[in-house]
C-alpha cells in the first residue's frame, strides 16, 4: 500500500494525542464526560495542525502518502473528522450543563464557539462549493490557520490540564501546535515566494485544437523529473492570474520544457487567448508518483482528454523498447491532440501500440473484453471520476493488479 507511512504518521500522531489527554490529570476534579470532552478537543487540534502539515506540499510528505493526489484526500478527511470531534466538543458543552448544572460563561468558551464556527463555515464553504473559483476557494480556505489560531487559544485558555506546566500532554501539546502553526504560516505566506525556484519565460504558444495549448517555456536553471511528472506553473503577466497550476510536463529536457494546457477555466482560457510570447513565468516541483522507469516490460497505458500529457512527456523523450498499449479516450475530435505524432511513433516502434477512442462515437472506454497479462502494471491519467471507476474495474476483475495513475484535479 502506498500511503502507509502516511497513514502511520496520522495514526501515531492522533494515537500519542488519545492516550496523552486519557492519562494525563485535571487540575480540577472533572466528570470521566468533561475528560472526554477535552481529549476531543485536543484531538481535534492535533487533526488539525496535521493538515497544515500535509499541506506543505514537501516531496517527504508526497513520498509518504503515495503523490499529492492522495495527500489531499487525507488532508480532507482529516478536516472533515477534526471539525466533526469539534462539533460534538461543543455539543457536549450543553450536555454536560443539563447534567452537571450551567457552567460560567468565559471569553475563552466564546471564543472557541467563534474557532468552531469559522472551521465548520470554511469546511463547509470548501468541501461543497465546487463551482467556486479556484482562488477564491483557495482564500476562503487560508483562513483555517485563523481558526486553527483561535482554537489553540481557547484550548490553552479554558483546558482544565495545566497545559504550561512540564508534562509529556503540555510538551506534545506545544509541539504539535507550533508545527501546525509553522506549518500554516509556510503555506500561507512563504510557500509562493519561496518554493517557485525555476524562473523562465514563454517561448513558443502553439494552439492545438480549439481548446488545447502547447506552452513551450525555456528555464534560467533546468529542473530535473522524470517524464510523467508536473509541476505548479505560475505566469506573471499583467491581466493573467498569478496563482500557481499544476500541469504535466508533456516535453523537455528540464532546460526547455512544454506544457500542453486544455482550456477548463479563467486562468487556462486566458492561456489560450492571451498569453504573451515571453512572458515571465516560474515553477515548483517535480511533483508526481508517474514513473513508467518503473512499470516492468508490460505495461497498458490509458489516458482520458487532455490526461494524455504524461504520456506523451515519455514517448516525446524515449524510443521504448518493451511493450506498451496506449488506449486514449477523449470526448469528440476537437478534443483529441498529437494523433498524428501516436500514429507516426505506433508505425515506427513494434513495441507501441495506441487505440485513440472518440468518445462522442464510441462511448467510454470499455475493458470488459480485454485481458490483462498478469505481469502488465496499468499507468492511468484523466479526470479523478474517470480513475477511480477503472481502478475499482481493474482491482474488482483482476485483485492485487500493479496500478498507477495521477487524476488531474485535487479537491
Ligand atoms: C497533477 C495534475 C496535473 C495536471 N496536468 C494538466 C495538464 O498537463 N494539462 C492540463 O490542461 N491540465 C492539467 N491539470 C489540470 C489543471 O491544473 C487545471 O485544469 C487548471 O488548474 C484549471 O485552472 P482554471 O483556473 O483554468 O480553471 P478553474 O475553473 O479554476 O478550475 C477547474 C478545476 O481545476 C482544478 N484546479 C484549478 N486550479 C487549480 C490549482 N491551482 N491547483 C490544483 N487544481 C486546480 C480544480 O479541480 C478546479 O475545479 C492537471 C491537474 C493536476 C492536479
New binding site residues.
Given amino acids: 500500500m502506498k500511503s502507509i507511512r502516511g497513514i502511520m504518521l496520522i495514526a501515531v500522531s492522533l494515537g500519542i494525542t488519545l492516550v496523552l489527554w486519557a492519562t494525563a490529570t485535571p487540575t480540577v476534579p472533572i466528570t470521566v464526560l468533561d475528560h472526554l470532552r477535552e481529549a476531543m478537543g485536543g484531538l481535534a487540534l492535533n487533526g488539525l495542525a496535521l493538515c497544515f502539515v500535509l499541506a506543505t506540499k514537501t516531496p517527504v510528505i508526497e513520498k509518504w502518502f503515495g503523490g ?2 492522495q495527500v489531499y484526500v487525507y488532508h480532507k478527511w482529516l478536516a472533515i473528522s477534526s471539525a466533526a470531534l469539534l462539533v460534538v466538543h461543543g455539543i457536549m458543552v450543553e450536555v454536560i450543563a443539563l447534567v452537571d448544572g450551567p457552567s460560567p460563561e468565559t471569553i475563552s468558551g466564546q471564543i472557541g464557539a467563534l474557532a468552531l464556527f469559522l472551521i465548520v463555515a470554511i469546511g463547509l464553504v470548501t468541501i461543497y462549493n ?1 463551482k467556486l ?3 477564491r476557494w ?1 482564500t476562503i480556505h487560508r483562513f483555517m490557520i485563523l481558526a486553527f489560531a483561535i482554537g489553540l487559544y481557547h484550548g490553552y485558555a479554558s483546558a482544565k490540564f495545566n497545559l504550561f506546566a512540564l508534562s509529556p500532554l503540555s510538551v506534545w501539546m506545544g509541539l504539535t501546535a507550533l508545527i501546525g502553526l509553522g506549518c500554516a504560516v509556510y503555506v500561507v505566506f512563504f510557500y509562493r515566494r519561496t518554493q517557485f525556484k525555476y524562473e523562465g519565460r514563454i517561448t513558443g504558444i502553439t494552439r492545438l485544437s480549439p481548446d ?1 495549448v502547447e506552452l513551450d517555456v525555456s528555464l534560467a536553471q533546468p529542473i530535473e523529473y522524470a517524464e510523467g511528472q ?1 509541476a ?1 506553473l505560475r505566469v506573471f503577466q499583467e491581466g493573467l ?1 498569478d ?6 510536463m ?1 516535453a523537455g529536457d528540464g532546460r526547455n520544457v512544454r ?11 486566458d492561456l489560450y487567448e492571451s498569453l504573451a510570447p515571453d512572458a515571465p513565468v516560474a515553477l515548483e516541483g517535480p ?2 508518483q508517474m514513473d513508467f522507469r518503473h512499470g516492468g516490460r508490460n505495461q497498458v497505458w490509458i489516458a482520458g482528454g ?1 490526461g494524455i ?2 504520456f506523451m512527456a515519455y514517448l516525446a523523450q524515449n524510443e521504448i523498447d518493451h511493450d506498451v498499449e496506449l488506449f486514449y479516450s477523449y470526448r469528440d475530435p476537437n478534443a483529441g491532440i498529437y494523433h498524428d505524432f501516436l500514429a507516426e511513433y505506433e508505425k515506427r516502434n513494434p513495441h507501441f501500440t495506441a487505440h485513440l477512442v472518440d468518445a462522442s462515437v464510441d462511448g467510454m472506454l470499455d475493458f470488459s473484453e480485454y485481458t490483462l497479462d498478469e505481469d502488465a502494471s496499468i499507468f492511468m491519467c484523466g479526470p479523478p471520476p474517470m480513475m477511480k471507476a477503472y481502478v475499482k474495474f481493474f482491482k474488482d476483475k483482476y485483485g492485487n493488479v500493479n496500478i498507477n495513475h ?6
Fill in positions: 499529492l493526489g465546487k473559483p479556484y482562488e483557495r488545447v508536473y505548479f492570474e496563482a500557481p497550476h499544476p500541469f504535466s508533456s506544457f500542453t494546457i486544455k482550456k477548463s477555466g479563467d486562468f487556462t482560457k511533483h508526481g487532455i500529457t504524461p495521477e487524476g488531474f484535479a485535487f479537491r
